[in-house]
């Protein structure tokens, strides 16, 4: 079992930056690759992006590229999902996600969520 906790949530304005965290225990975490989920009211919960093992490969949804990234400490146990030029449409309840399989990631393992608001 791997447990999953993000933080770093909360309101924000357009334009705007946050980070996110996952913090994960249980399995060894360089054994998982890591991804970010997201799901707006009304909509089902879709890939954002997602990180190798090593944190040398990165795969994000097209309407992220370029304005979000993620990165991973494995010496923390940690990955991050750092969201610049937020936009309204950006709002949503963000997962963690691990799973063992890098491309495509079906994500084995779900945090709990955490709040992105953005508001116009």
């Known amino acids: 079992q791997v447990q999953l906790v993000e933080s770093g949530g909360g309101l924000v304005q357009a334009g705007d930056s946050l980070r996110l965290s996952c913090a994960a225990s249980g399995r060894t975490f360089s054994d998982y690759a890591m991804g970010w989920f997201r799901q707006a009211p009304g909509k089902e919960r879709e890939f954002v992006g997602g990180?190798?093992?090593?944190?040398?490969?990165?795969y994000y949804a097209d309407s992220v590229k370029g304005r979000f990234t993620i990165s991973r400490d494995n010496a923390k146990n940690t990955v991050y999902l750092q969201m610049n030029n937020l936009k309204p449409e950006d709002t949503a309840v963000y997962y963690c996600?691990?799973?063992?399989?890098?491309?495509?990631?079906?994500?084995?393992?779900w945090g709990q969520g955490t709040q992105v608001t953005v508001s116009s």
């Open positions: 990180i190798n093992w090593s944190g040398y490969a990165t």
């Open positions: 996600a691990a799973d063992r399989v890098f491309r495509p990631l079906k994500a084995s393992y």
